[in-house]
């Protein structure tokens, strides 16, 4: 291999031995499927599938005035979470354009410590933002690459993962949706549990020590939790209706215009948080796309950046992101398109035209297709 | 190490070819190319009675990870497409040599196969592809 600069998680020892087939995603080596990423996509669907989410990063903010900060850093209110231990929320960092940097889940730990956990492919130019938003204010940022993250997903897998950790996650059980518990907090045997994920199904999200990720990894496998890759994780995100960072908003885009704007908090007029003027101002001027879910009516595979025309109107709109649905059978994607557009558009691929039906998001949630 | 049958020609972007007994030619891709590609979910044949010249793309396949073109390996009119493959492009995963065949062609010239590389260095384009 040349590749000698391909990072690896704690657990690519066990990919190997599953018969992953690894590949270079954004600088690490992992895996992209273990034999089918259709198998993998119904496994966590019907059943329970796990996936090695180590490259992802974990940083973690203490000091007195992490609330404050964040209240500027994020454009969702941490004011819902803040002082309420156990909670998650959902947000964009955005610039003082209104461009996304990132979107990101914070999880309240305990009275002045938030954990915050961003993609990997944008892992650096996150950290140097946000060390650069904190000024003199009292918060310390610490980057916690010594932990791996492991994400158990699927209608059986809770009741899986219990069995097969036992004492190692007492109490997850009784999480609620979007809640995290910290375990053993402070020891070797340290675990941060949080009822979150990435696939619309019910799951767990379980950070451990690094040194201890692969013993997890196969006490899962041992249980029946089966390996899942990328490939599954972004079919899975696709049929839930959940976005992709790079694919379906950057730091040109507007969360407004992207899906998002449920995570933008405008309710309480004195948090000016970064980007806040620039998205009053895209209101007040009218937005001129809004980001949909397509359904291919034709035979054919919906991908990013194929155009999107709609009758009336002299707009283009484009695909963001495109796959096949195992659960639907079908090919679907968003689609940022003109404001006006309803029910039907076309889209180019290749030197065809094809019709798509527009629908609201997402497509599928805990095993159940919504739309039709 | 793939699949690579000895009595078949190949070309550099992964496509196999099979000299049928009436001199026409079947076009599939490899079992190393659908590896590659992971499952299959859609192709687009050309229609019998098109036309295309050696290298120019004439069919798309596409798994659920991207979309691949395909193109001609000489120059040549297609007389069969894979019909089959419309509803059940995974057996192009299951059997790529077999059962996964794209169309055939008949080749403009005879004897045009010389352009074409032999299982030997195609199997060395494979081990050179995965370093």
């Known amino acids: 291999m040349t590749d000698v600069t391909l990072k690896e998680t704690p657990i690519i020892k066990a990919h190997q031995e599953m018969g992953a087939k690894l590949v270079d995603f954004g600088g690490w080596n992992m895996p992209i499927h273990y034999g089918s990423q259709i198998d993998e996509h119904h496994q966590v669907r019907q059943d329970a599938g796990m996936f090695d989410v180590c490259h992802m990063t974990i940083v973690d903010l203490r000091g007195c005035e992490v609330i404050a ?136 999200e379980i950070v451990c020590a690094n040194s201890q990720a692969e013993q997890m990894w196969n006490q899962l496998a041992d249980a029946g939790i089966k390996p899942c890759g990328l490939g599954a994780r972004d079919t899975l995100r696709l049929e839930a209706g959940m976005n992709l960072y790079g694919n379906d908003m950057d730091e040109t885009q507007s969360p407004l215009e992207s899906g998002l704007s449920w995570t933008v908090d405008f309710s309480n007029e004195a948090r000016q948080f970064n980007g806040r003027s620039s998205l009053e101002k895209q209101k007040e001027q009218g937005l001129k796309y809004k980001f949909v879910g397509l359904i291919l009516k034709d035979k054919g595979i919906l991908r990013a950046h194929q155009a999107v025309l709609v009758e009336g109107s002299s707009l283009q709109g484009e695909l963001t992101s495109g796959t096949f649905s195992p659960t639907m059978q079908k090919s679907i994607g968003f689609a940022r398109v003109p404001i006006e557009a309803s029910e039907i558009c076309q889209v180019a691929i290749r030197k065809k035209q094809l019709d798509a039906q527009i629908i609201k998001l997402p497509f599928v949630r805990q095993g159940k297709i919504l739309v039709s | 190490m793939s699949d690579i049958p000895q009595e078949l020609k190949y070309t550099k972007s992964h496509e196999w070819v099979r000299l049928e007994d009436d001199g026409s030619l079947t076009v599939g891709i490899t079992e190393h190319a659908q590896g590659l590609l992971g499952d299959m979910v859609f192709v687009e044949l050309p229609d019998i009675g098109d036309e295309f010249e050696a290298e120019q793309d004439c069919a798309v396949v596409e798994s659920v990870k991207a979309a691949s073109d395909i193109y001609c390996p000489v120059e040549g009119e297609v007389i069969a497409v894979n019909e089959e493959l419309e509803d059940a492009p995974e057996q192009i995963n299951v059997n790529a040599y077999h059962e996964g065949w794209l169309f055939r062609i008949k080749p403009l010239k005879e004897d045009d196969l010389g352009g074409l590389m032999s299982p030997e260095d195609y199997a060395e384009l494979v081990e050179s592809e995965s370093h």
């Open chain 1, 69 to 204: 900060y964040l209240a500027k850093l994020l454009a969702n209110d941490v004011a819902k979470i803040a002082d309420k231990p156990g909670k998650a929320l959902y947000s964009c960092m955005l610039n003082n354009e209104g461009g996304v940097i990132d979107d990101l889940i914070i999880y309240s730990m305990e009275p002045a410590w938030v954990r915050v956990i961003v993609n990997s492919s944008t892992r650096e130019k996150d950290l140097a933002w946000m060390r650069s938003q904190i000024g003199n204010m009292a918060v310390d940022l610490n980057e916690r690459d010594d932990l791996a993250m492991i994400a158990v997903q699927g209608p059986n897998v809770r009741e899986l993962a219990g069995k097969a950790l036992g004492d190692e996650i007492a109490g997850a059980d009784d999480l609620k949706p979007f809640n995290a518990l910290l375990i053993n907090a402070g020891a070797d045997n340290e675990r941060f549990v949080a009822r979150t994920g990435y696939t619309g199904e019910d799951g767990y």
